[in-house]
C-alpha cells in the first residue's frame, strides 16, 4: 500500500545546514515505517533540501518514489526534461487549473495535504503559502511533522 509523504517549507531557509540532517532522520524513519512516496513542491530552498535528502536516501532505499507534485505545466519539452532528471514521476493534481492562475500553488498544495498520510513541514512564520498548508493539514487532523530548530515535533 502507498504511504504518501509531502513537503511544506519557506522559499527561503538561512539555515539549512542545521535542517538538513533532522529532515534525513526524519524521511529515514518514515521509510522504515513504511513511507515509499514522497511528493515534493519544486519550489524555494526548503522544498530543494527535501528534494535533495530524498535523491541522497533513494540509493539507500531504491524503491521509494520521487513525485513532483506541479503547480503549473511544463511550458516547454526542455523544461519537461529537466525536471524528469530528478524525479521518478511528477503529475498535475486534478482541479489546479480550474482557478485562476496565481492561485495554482495553493491549490496545489491544499490537494496534496488532502492526499498525504503524514506533513513534514519547516514553517516558522505565520504567513505565506507554507504556514497555510500546515494550518490546513493540522485543520485535517493529518500527522504532521515540523522541524524546528531544537528537533522536530510530531502532532497527530
Known sequence: MEKVCVFFGHRLIPNSQEIEPQLKRVVRELIKDGFNTFWLGGYGDFDQL?????????????????????????TNKEDYQFKSLYYDMMFYPEGVELGPKKFAITKRNRYMVENADVVVAYVNA???????????????????????????????
Do not use: M, S
Open 50 to 74: 527535501a528534494q535533495k535528502v530524498t535523491w541522497e536516501l533513494k540509493k539507500e532505499f531504491p524503491y521509494i518514489q520521487r513525485v513532483l507534485a506541479l503547480a503549473y505545466l511544463p
Open 126 to 156: 505565520e504567513t505565506g503559502g507554507a504556514a497555510y498548508a500546515l494550518k490546513y493539514a493540522k485543520k485535517l487532523n493529518k500527522k504532521v511533522i515540523e522541524l524546528k530548530p531544537d528537533g522536530p515535533r510530531e502532532r497527530n
